[in-house]
């Protein structure tokens, strides 16, 4: 068996993560093997995304020596008296076309972000991500890859880095952009796949993408505040995906912790490790 990470994805479950807004939305992870993809702008940190472009620098390393200004030049046999001429003229206007792309939504447009987190018990993120401990976490066992791939059916996932100042961005680097947020969301022990190729949907502002539920999807852990019917209708889909696959993706549900602001899940030592740590 090849070795795995566990990683954690917060649902409500009374919303929606496909129209029309029902309860199928976040159980279709459960039910069809699908996964959202939100677009940073609406994200609800203003800042997530958003580094500070500097755009000169970005536009001098462009124009450098193995940038694009050396390949329009070769391709226009340019001597080198010429590219010297030409050179201020051809950054400013290469800034031209770079500032609007960088500093407001063109990359951004092009990328999609599932969030995950490595921690399944985390009393902030069940308030503000799984309705106030109503919803419920889905519980991931993703194979070490060793090399990167793209390939979301597996969800690889990249951490994310928290920093007091936000990056000033003098180069291209998906983690400036992507994979750093501020110091006030470490709690969140996040970590994010990307989705580089397939783009989002510009009026909804996401797309939902499949995984491979067989391969992947090890347990469901419902909130401490989920009502009973709820939870029957959660287990009963679990149940029936383990019927449809062959798999065997057991039901949790978190409790509270005797003595502590902590919550803990029977039968899951390694689970409960996060109430002391974070």
Known sequence: MPETILRYKYVPFDESFIEPFDKKGSLSIIKDGTIKFTHAKNFNDPFDCY??????????????????????CDARGLSPAQRIQEKPKHRKKLESKMEPYFSNEGLRDQIGVCCLSKNPLNLLMWAHYATRHTGFVVEFSIPIKSTLSDD????????????????????????????????????????RVLDFDRGIDSEKGYKIHPYDRKQILKS????????????????????????????????????????????????????NVHNSTY
């Open 152 to 191: 979301l059916n597996c969800l690889v996932p990249f951490p994310v880095e928290y920093k007091k100042e936000k990056p000033i961005v003098g180069e291209v680097k998906v983690r400036d952009f992507f994979l750093t947020k501020g110091k006030d969301w470490e709690y969140e022990q996040e970590e």
């Open 220 to 271: 469901v852990i419902a909130g401490m505040r989920m009502s009973d019917n709820d939870f029957v209708v959660l287990k009963n889909t679990v149940d029936a995906v383990n019927t449809e696959l062959g798999t065997n993706v057991a039901v949790h549900k978190a409790k509270s912790l005797q003595g502590k602001f902590a919550l803990f899940v029977q039968d899951r030592d390694d689970l």
């Open 51 to 72: 580094p500070e472009v500097d755009i000169k620098k970005l536009s001098k390393a462009f124009a450098g020596n193995n940038g694009i200004f050396k390949q329009i």
